[in-house]
């Protein structure tokens, strides 16, 4: 089945702890990026990736992290999460630019305390 | 301003009922749209993509107006099932790399 999967799920952590979000596509994708969505605006970009080893920033990306050393895999890396990173996370993948239809993983709940 | 607006809602409609949903965007040389549609905080899932002719698909349908900057999209004979927040999705440069989500649309069908 194609899809997009993150882990974990739901994740609370407390402020600082280093933590990865991974996600994993198997749609031989191009194109994977990450999104945080927070009540009343929206989905922000955060990082994107083009392909393996290129990536560049989004909208939001203070305070993150990601590497894309394999096609299929995007983690996104909260080196020292704040409580301001308490979010749902998206990570997102479509065969060339955001152009194509992204197919969405099902979500991450973060939150920091 | 913001890049993508969208009236927040929520829409509360009866079934078989038209609605309509507007959005705006700040980007004159915007050249693609989308419309993606979110079930309950779920991942978002491409509803259909917005032509500059305008598009259907069934219920629903696509506009574009360049000189007003809005997109719109029409619900015909609306189903309980069409209850989700609708987001419109506005690219802000050529590559499409950059795309900007409006904060979404809540549309609640009844019976």
């Known amino acids: 089945e194609a899809q997009v999967t993150q882990n974990p799920r739901y994740l609370i952590t407390v402020t600082g702890k280093k933590l990865t979000v991974t996600c994993s596509q198997n749609m031989n994708h191009e194109y994977m990026s990450w999104y945080r969505q927070d009540p009343g605006l929206g989905l922000r970009q955060i990082y994107y990736?083009?392909?393996?080893?290129?990536?560049d920033k989004g909208d939001v990306p203070e305070g993150y992290k990601v590497s894309r050393k394999e096609k299929r895999n995007f983690p996104l890396i909260l080196e020292s999460p704040s409580p301001n990173q308490t979010s749902l996370y998206f990570c997102?993948?479509?065969?060339?630019?955001?152009?194509?239809?992204?197919?969405f993983g099902p979500g991450t709940r973060l939150t920091v305390l | 301003r913001k890049e993508v607006e969208q009236d927040p809602g929520p829409f509360n409609v009866p079934e078989g009922a038209t609605v309509a949903f507007n959005c705006t965007y700040s980007n004159s040389a915007s050249q693609s749209f989308f419309w993606y549609r979110q079930d309950c905080r779920k991942e978002p899932k491409l509803l259909m993509s917005?032509?500059?002719s305008g598009n259907e698909d069934g219920r629903f349908t696509a506009q574009l107006n360049r000189a007003s900057q809005y997109i719109s999209l029409l619900i015909r004979d609306s189903k309980l099932s069409d209850s989700a927040t609708y987001l419109c999705?506005?690219?802000?440069?050529?590559?499409?790399?950059?795309?900007?989500f409006g904060a979404g649309t809540i549309l609640r069908v009844k019976s």
């Open positions: 990736s083009m392909n393996v080893e290129v990536t």
């Open positions: 997102a993948s479509s065969l060339w630019t955001g152009l194509n239809e992204q197919f």
């Open positions: 999705v506005v690219n802000f440069d050529e590559y499409g790399n950059k795309l900007v």
């Open positions: 917005v032509y500059s």
